[in-house]
């Protein structure tokens, strides 16, 4: 059987990305631990996997707002492949500030199904 292929994203702030990665390889996926920047210059590629992560923590602080920095770089820096990616029907956890980056930078708003069923509901309360 062929094992899922994971990539757990990381950048300054974000402190819980070695645990992401356990928690993974405890059910037998195949898991990368992969700084954005190498997204960023094309030394890594998306493609090759079905699950990407954004583990929680404070990613560059949280100095503007929980996760906007974060959010801002994927949604501009890496918007094709991510776009790719979800329509792919790929898979992509959002943990704690993690999810904060996932909204922000509105995968969630615009594609509801990608997050929990519940958050297509919470995104659209007054």
Same mark, same amino acid.
């Given at each position: 059987? @062929?094992k ?13 990305? #070695? ?13 990368? &631990? %992969?700084?954005?920047?190498? &997204? %960023?210059?094309?030394?890594?590629? $998306?493609?090759? #996997? ?19 920095? &974060?959010?801002?770089? &994927? @949604? ?11 329509a792919?029907? @790929? $898979?992509?956890?959002? %943990? ?8 922000k ?7 509801p ?14």
């Open positions: 059987m @062929k899922t292929k994971v990539i757990v994203l990381r950048t300054a702030g974000t402190n819980c990305d #070695y645990e992401t990665v356990h928690g993974f390889r405890m059910v037998s996926a195949d898991v990368d &631990l %992969i700084h954005i920047n190498q &997204l %960023i210059r094309g030394e890594k590629e $998306l493609s090759p #996997y079905q699950i990407l992560a954004i583990p929680g923590g404070f990613s560059y602080g949280d100095d503007i707002a929980g996760g906007k920095i &974060l959010a801002n770089e &994927l @949604k501009y820096r890496l918007r094709r492949p991510i776009e790719q990616f979800i792919d029907g @790929k $898979l992509i956890i959002g %943990i704690c500030n993690g999810f904060q980056v996932m909204v930078a509105v995968w969630c708003r615009a594609r199904d990608c997050c929990v069923p519940s958050a297509a509901s919470w995104l659209n309360a007054p």
